[in-house]
């Protein structure tokens, strides 16, 4: 479920667009204006939120009103669809949709997410052709495991000694409150934790990992039966092109 400031700042490029500069006054013609994909109570639940950070959510209502100037100066309705799952053949996420432009909108705050490619069906299934999967197995443990157990065990040493000794038993068997707590250790440190000692294991494992990722893409795309390339080849570019794109943004 999206957190109260993912929808506050979708919402707010909603009301931008719309050519709705103070939000925080309720008009009849707003569940006409999102046709029915606003509620009342979600719509309080952001009036909550836009007050506790109104400087944040003013710079994405302010996004919003300067997309209204340049390019939708004659919209009234939209389609605020970020709280729903979408389906994992959507080549680009959209949290707006407005109808009579048929225009997705994606709305990002403090992300560098820039594509929803996992590493598998970017570096396997892409290059293969083939459709994308929604579960796979850790990419860091099949392309250097060795390089993650070590970084794995410099942390347990000085973190908690009870943790599983292999890695892999740590993914499995570890419930997201304590990597959380892990994570919280990894921030703050403590006696004896070498911070420059961890970011020499991790960048090391991350080289190893970014190689082995490049070797797998290229490997797959090379095997490639010729009568399957074109189709490939443009599916390659233009998810490419995407990450470029965001990227530069």
């Known amino acids: 479920m999206p957190s109260l400031k993912t929808n506050a700042t979708e919402l707010s490029v909603a009301f931008g667009i719309l050519g709705i ?3 925080e006054i309720l008009t009849d013609n707003i569940q006409i204006q999102f046709e029915g994909t606003l509620e009342f109570k979600t719509y309080q639940q952001y009036i909550r939120e836009f007050e506790r950070d ?3 959510y003013l710079q994405f209502l302010q996004i919003g009103t300067t997309l209204r100037n340049v390019m939708f100066q004659e919209v009234n309705r939209i389609h605020w669809i970020g709280p729903q799952q979408q389906a994992s053949t959507v080549s680009g996420a959209k949290d707006l949709y407005i109808p009579v432009t048929n225009t997705p909108i994606s709305v990002k705050n403090d ?3 820039v594509a929803n490619l996992s590493p598998q069906n970017l570096f396997i299934n892409l290059p293969r052709g083939e459709s ?3 579960l796979s197995e850790d ?3 099949q392309k250097d495991y060795l390089g993650l157990q070590d970084l794995y065990e410099y942390v347990r040493k000085f973190y908690n000694t009870n943790l599983p000794l292999d890695v892999r038993d740590f993914y499995r068997n570890t419930s997201r409150v304590g990597r959380k707590l892990l994570q919280n250790f990894l921030k703050n440190g403590s006696n004896g934790f070498d911070y420059e000692v961890f970011i020499r294991k991790y960048l090391t494992m991350c080289r190893n990992v970014s190689i082995a990722s490049a070797d797998e893409f290229n490997n797959n795309l090379a095997r490639l039966e010729s009568n399957r390339r074109v189709a490939v080849f ?3 570019i233009k998810q490419f ?4 794109q965001l990227h530069m943004c």
């Open 54 to 56: 109104a400087t944040l």
């Open 111 to 113: 992300s560098n997410i």
């Open 139 to 141: 990419w860091f443990i």
């Open 234 to 236: 443009e599916n390659v």
């Open 241 to 244: 092109l995407e990450l470029i």
């Open 132 to 134: 994308v999967q929604s």
């Open 21 to 23: 500069l103070n939000p």
